[in-house]
């Protein structure tokens, strides 16, 4: 997967600006509110079809304009591809001059992991963050599961408009009790096969950053009673369970209390919470575990690693931390985005390997090839 070019109009504080890359590592430098991030969030949403800054499509559109246009090409298993996508008054998507089916065709077409500062706290920071961390995971790892996640939202969110409504019946309740049985159980079993894969890599991942070797490993904190082998028929059988019992309280709340929209997970140390016990360095060492294990899975299954973006990352590492990290992504063979205001702290990482660009108020220039 090489990202070649990409092409920004309107989009954020770029108004007209073309970037070509370089196939392993491109370096953004400049300071605070310039547009570093913005790069990175353009690609990232040319993965995703969403950002993951803002829930508004109108905050990525320049100011006083009605739309905005990202426009990219890139090489993947030999193929050239090229992605038109518009947002605002004439918004639509094309690949390769032609409308894509979403699910089919586009959707997991450009794989991208992120790597924020503010992942350094997911481990300490709520249910539901840590939820929208799992299903990006799965779906980085399955793309073809991005229907299986959206219907079940979608199935919560109908139940839960119902819910709180007055003059729907059980009958009417029990018809998404049934839809939420069936593929809550599915997602369920997704989960649990993601986090017995990661675990497989976790220990030596962790070792590898840390120089300890204490076991890492994640735990999936279901709402209902399982087990981590429970086929999918067991799992939907507790569902139902639990939805039988918390029915007087759903009505009485208005939301669904049973399901895995209520789930969590958990890093531990051994029998040490990380999020609860673990130090700032533990933090830090396990998310970068977790990154790199991510990486290892994905280049198993297709053949090379996932673009990487890091954003401003070596904010929130230590030293000895962001060298583990950036050695460790000198030994991938994949291509690589990082923004930064301290380019002394990460060229020397990547000397002759790749490219830099400083950004100055929405306007992006090589500096060193």
């Excluded at 006083?64 to 008054?89: R, T």
């Excluded at 699910?103 to 939820?131: A, C, M, N, Q």
């Excluded at 819910?163 to 309740?173: A, P």
């Excluded at 369920?188 to 675990?199: A, F, Y």
């Amino acid at each position: 997967m090489f990202l070649q070019n990409i092409h920004l109009k309107n989009f954020r504080n770029f108004q007209n600006e073309n970037l070509n890359f370089h196939p392993r590592f491109n370096l953004i430098i400049g300071k605070n509110a310039q547009g570093k991030t913005n790069i990175l969030e353009a690609i990232y949403y040319l993965s995703y079809l969403n950002s993951f800054r803002t829930s508004s499509k109108k905050d990525l559109i320049y100011y006083q304009n009605e739309e905005c246009v990202l426009q990219a090409q890139f090489l993947k298993n030999g193929l050239s591809y090229n992605i038109n996508h518009s947002l605002g008054k004439q918004k639509g998507l094309k690949l390769n001059g032609k409308k894509p089916k979403l699910y089919d065709e586009y959707l997991g077409l450009v794989p991208v992991l992120l790597f924020e500062p503010k992942d350094v706290y997911l481990f300490r920071d709520s249910p539901g963050t840590r939820r929208k961390f799992l299903n990006r995971a799965i779906f980085l790892q399955k793309p073809e599961l991005v229907r299986l996640i959206r219907d079940y939202e979608n199935i919560v969110q109908q139940k839960n408009r119902l819910l709180k409504e007055s003059g729907f019946g059980d009958e009417h309740i029990e018809v998404w009790n049934d839809r939420l049985v069936t593929v809550g159980a599915k997602l369920m079993r997704e989960r649990l096969d993601w986090i017995c894969e990661v675990n497989g890599l976790l220990p030596t991942e962790y070792e590898n950053v840390s120089g300890s070797d204490e076991k890492l490993t994640l735990v999936y904190k279901a709402n209902v009673v399982c087990e981590k082998n429970d086929d999918e028929a067991t799992l939907a059988t507790r569902i139902n369970q639990a939805l039988s019992e918390k029915r007087n309280e759903e009505r009485r709340r208005g939301e669904a209390l049973v399901g895995p929209h209520r789930d969590d997970w958990q890093v531990c140390l051994y029998d040490r919470i990380v999020g609860d016990f673990g130090s700032q360095g533990e933090n830090r060492s396990a998310i970068i575990a977790l990154k790199s294990a991510q990486i290892h899975m994905f280049e198993k299954k297709f053949g090379e690693p996932p673009l990487f973006l890091l954003d401003d990352v070596a904010s929130e590492l230590d030293p000895t931390r962001e060298k583990s990290l950036f050695e460790y992504l000198r030994s991938t063979q994949g291509q690589v985005f990082i923004s930064t205001t301290e380019p002394a702290h990460v060229e020397p990482y990547f000397c002759g390997e790749g490219t830099s660009f400083l950004v100055e108020a929405g306007k992006g220039r090589v500096v060193v090839n």
